[in-house]
């Protein structure tokens, strides 16, 4: 399974991203119908073949009718749910601009729902999203790694006035991944869209060791002398690509209560899982004069981990969290529908070192199919399963 790996060199930006996609191989006819399957009538969109600084990129600009100033989180996720698009995209999407509205709800002091998005809730964000995470998705990366991104320097003017570069809301949705400032004269390299884009997509630093494929890049657009302005993107397989096992550097928080009760553990638990959290693992301890506690582990992505460790601080009794970095060995993992009993049910694929697969049905699809049709879960698993024969 190949990987991706953005290098942020000069910024990254929605329609960047999108330029490099199509220079790695996704299909122009594909992002051209884009608007349509998204329900944007009139919008058009345009890609034309670019120079920064005598590096050849792809640009990509949407041509759009006039539209509301802005969207609320909420109008904007109804869009996309509407547009039928796969839910993992669709998860995704939603994931990027729920991270951008709580941003800037943190900034301004409000909540997110009540975040009215400005530019970035406008159409060609809204397709700059939906297009890079399916973007991807089409092209069979599941796995992301994003390099150190140059933030630029200076001011913009936005809605709210002049602000500092990064702007506040684009530095807050890329806490936990490693920046710089410059270049100088630079300017805004990083736009909210792009940020919001790294927060959701990166698994973290790129890994010390791949096999390029394919590389291209995307196009800014500015276009200053001696520094190309544009997204490189490579897609590559990773060092340990042979057996089918893929590493990635992980963040693991810890941190040891004695005074929660268990009810209260596992909300905790539940709420790092929903906020992002790979895997969350509660271990019985034993802590000072013999008194039994629970070890809080979580696992975590690079991006994410801050955050998590703030929520761990303020949801948990906890008063301290140790960090450190870690690997992790996973199998390539994938995700199929198939039908049972009229219903359907989502099946986990992962691959083997030996390249053979095996499938999984979801439990939440089982238990709601057994519920529906009155069978006992483990005939709907296994009906399941069978039905996945045919994917493995």
């Known amino acids: 399974m190949p990987i991706g790996i953005l290098d942020p060199f000069s910024g990254i930006s929605g329609d960047m991203t999108l330029g490099a996609l199509l220079e790695v191989g996704l299909a122009a006819d594909w992002l051209r119908a884009l608007p349509g399957r998204l329900g944007l009538d009139g919008v058009e969109v345009r890609i034309q073949r670019v120079r920064r600084s005598e590096i050849v990129c792809t640009k990509v600009d949407f041509e759009i009718p006039p539209q509301p100033h802005g969207r609320g989180i909420g109008e904007i996720r109804e869009l996309v749910a509407r547009a039928g ?18 941003a800037e709800g943190e900034i301004h002091g409000m909540p997110a729902s009540d975040v009215h998005l400005h530019e970035v809730g406008a159409v060609d964000a ?28 200076g001011s913009v003017r936005a809605a709210h006035g002049l602000l500092p570069v990064p702007a506040p809301a684009t ?15 630079a300017g ?19 890994p010390a060791e791949y ?9 800014g657009t500015k276009d200053p002398v001696g520094r190309p302005n544009a997204l490189r993107l490579v897609v590559a397989e990773g060092a340990r690509a042979s ?12 941190t040891d209560v004695d005074d929660m009760d268990g009810e209260l553990l596992a909300g905790v638990a539940d709420l790092l899982r929903r906020e992002g959290a790979l895997d969350v693992v509660l271990v019985p301890t034993l ?15 690079p991006a994410h981990a801050w955050r998590l460790e703030e929520m761990l601080l303020t949801h948990s009794s906890a008063i301290g969290v140790r960090r450190a970095m870690v690997e992790r060995d996973a199998l390539p993992r994938g995700e199929a529908t198939v039908c049972v009993l009229d219903h359907q049910v989502r099946v986990k694929i992962v691959t083997l070192p ?10 939440d699809d089982v238990a709601r199919v057994a519920a529906a049709v009155g069978r006992p879960a483990r005939d709907v698993a296994a009906l399941a399963r069978a039905a996945a024969e045919g994917l493995v």
């Open 211 to 219: 096999v390029p494929l394919r590389s291209g890049f995307g196009a």
């Open 126 to 153: 809204i397709l700059d999203v939906v297009g890079a995470v399916w973007g991807f998705q089409e092209l069979g990366i599941e796995r992301i790694h994003c390099g150190p991104i140059a933030l630029g320097d």
């Open 287 to 301: 802590m000072k004069k013999g008194r039994p506690g629970t070890r809080i582990d979580v696992l975590a992505r």
């Open 171 to 185: 530095l807050k949705l890329l806490e936990g991944h490693p920046v710089r400032p410059g270049p100088e004269g």
């Open 85 to 102: 698009v796969p839910a993992s995209v669709r998860q995704r999407a939603d994931a990027a601009f729920v991270a951008i509205a709580e």
């Open 188 to 206: 805004e390299l990083v736009t909210p869209t792009g940020a919001a884009l790294v927060r959701v997509l990166s698994s973290g630093p790129p």
């Open 243 to 254: 057996g089918g096992v893929q590493t990635e550097q992980l963040v693991q928080l810890s």
């Open 354 to 363: 030996s390249g053979t697969r095996r499938a999984k049905p979801e439990y």
